[in-house]
Every structure is written in structure tokens, then in C-alpha cells.
């Protein structure tokens, strides 16, 4: 089992900045790709960024592009750095493994979830 627990949500004004980090535990976590999505209210969960198994590739959404960066460290920990951040960028996001080898947006190339973490983002 692989369990992945996000963190760093919270409370900003919009043009403010979030990092959120993803910690994982449980069966090997460095050879997977990871991925961040997120979920609004009302809304379906959808694609914000991904990063490749040792991290040589990233790719994001493009409504993200530019103002976020997903980045992961050598150990078990993803982050996603937000800038820039707008009242549009208000859900709840989420990490996840991806077991795909090769990239996909789609949530059916990941796995394990982590349960998410709150971001609201004030006008």
C-alpha cells in the first residue's frame, strides 16, 4: 500500500503564492510519476500538473502554465509551487501516483490518492 498525504492548503488573496507538498510512505515511491489535480466546487476533478519519474519532465494544464511548478525532491515529497494565484484557482487539490509509463492526464492513469487539501483563493 502507498499512502499520500497532501498539505500547505489554506487561506491567500489572490496575486498570493501556496506551496503545497505531497509526502508518501509505504512501497517505493521514486520510481512512480506523480501528479497534482484539483477539484472545485460543483465542478469534476481535473488535470493541473504532472512530473515524470525523476522529475526530467513536467507538464502542466493550461490554465496553471506559467504560475505553477511541480517539482519533487530525492526523497518521498511533491511539491506545487503556486503563484500568481486566482479566485478561480479555489478547490480542493489533490496528489496522486501515476502508473502509466507514459504521461496522461486522465485520472484513470493514477492509482493512489491522497485525501486532498483545501485552497481558497480571495477576491
Known amino acids: 500500500q502507498v499512502q499520500l498525504v497532501e498539505s500547505g492548503g489554506g487561506l491567500v488573496q489572490a496575486g498570493g503564492s501556496l506551496r503545497l507538498s505531497c509526502a508518501a510512505s509505504?512501497?517505493?515511491?521514486?520510481?512512480?510519476?506523480m501528479g497534482w489535480f484539483r477539484q472545485a466546487p460543483g465542478k469534476e476533478r481535473e488535470f493541473v500538473a504532472d512530473?515524470?519519474?525523476?522529475?526530467?519532465?513536467t507538464t502542466y494544464a493550461d490554465s496553471v502554465k506559467g504560475r505553477f511548478t511541480i517539482s519533487r525532491d530525492n526523497g518521498n515529497t511533491v511539491y506545487l509551487q503556486m503563484n500568481s494565484l486566482k479566485p478561480e484557482d479555489t478547490a480542493v487539490y489533490f496528489c496522486?501516483?501515476?502508473?502509466?509509463?507514459?504521461?496522461?492526464?486522465?485520472?484513470?492513469?493514477?492509482?493512489?490518492w491522497g485525501q486532498g487539501t483545501q485552497v481558497t483563493v480571495s477576491s
Open positions: 509505504g512501497r517505493t515511491f521514486g520510481v512512480y510519476a
Open positions: 496522486a501516483r501515476r502508473t502509466s509509463g507514459a504521461y496522461s492526464s486522465t485520472e484513470v492513469a493514477y492509482d493512489y
Open positions: 512530473i515524470s519519474r525523476f522529475g526530467r519532465t
